[in-house]
């Protein structure tokens, strides 16, 4: 009878101490995801999101840049368009070399700096 309940006692032992092994394996577990999970938290709010706030700053400067070259480039396609016609071709000349088409006359209008009338 001594020794059976050794034998009982000692069973006892065994599933106390494989209990407990799953209870610290189980608790080592969650210690692992829990310091995963902080270590992901970090590298997101520390590293990932800085760098992607400065991306989106990027984007949206280029974006912008886009848009002015865009523009830029729909005001020389409409220079292009303006240097086909002869009248445009005519005024542009008029007003950058001062030439006159035939029978027009030059008037020049001067202003009196002297004070006599």
Known sequence: MIIEMAEV????KVI???AQNRQRRFRFRYLFVFAFLIWGAYVYMFVQRPMLTEQA???AQLNQ??????????ELNQQIQ??????Y?????E???????RGEIILVASSST???H
Do not use: W
């Open 114 to 116: 002297s004070g006599t």
């Open 16 to 18: 106390r101490l494989s």
């Open 95 to 101: 007003q950058r070399y001062h030439l006159i088409s």
């Open 65 to 74: 840049q886009i848009m002015q070259e865009n523009a830029k480039a729909a």
């Open 89 to 93: 071709i005519a005024a542009l000349a």
């Open 82 to 87: 303006n240097l086909h016609s002869n009248k």
């Open 9 to 12: 006692s000692a069973a006892h």
């Open 57 to 59: 700053q990027q984007k």
